[in-house]
């Protein structure tokens, strides 16, 4: 299995609207992206101090179908429309996942 992970930071001046536009956005892509296996994603539960805003992490079969998932118009009009005009710092992971 081929795990993405990535950390969201909003910008200051994000509204509620915004952000929540983000997760109902996302949440549309499992049922476009026939490649997603899993996808899990939500806001910091605010428990610690210096934490980022929001979460995805998402696991595909291999490289190749978390390509097409990043690269898919779908995806990138939510990262476009709903992720670019209130992002202040993003961090992203790929990585393999043993069974």
């Keep these: 299995m081929f795990r993405h992970v990535v950390l969201f930071t909003w910008s200051a001046d994000a509204t509620d609207e915004q952000k929540a536009a983000v997760p109902r956005r996302l949440a549309e892509l ?3 992206i026939p490649q997603i296996r899993s996808y899990v994603l939500g806001p910091d539960a605010g428990v610690s101090t210096d934490t980022c805003d929001f979460a995805v992490v998402a696991d595909f079969d ?3 179908d978390f390509l097409a998932y ?3 118009p779908a995806h990138q009009a939510v990262i476009a429309e709903s992720i670019k005009p209130i992002l202040a710092g993003r961090a992203a ?6 069974a």
């Design 93 to 98: 992971v790929q990585y393999t996942v043993d």
């Design 62 to 64: 291999s490289a190749e």
């Design 70 to 72: 990043r690269d898919h």
């Design 30 to 32: 499992p049922g476009i």
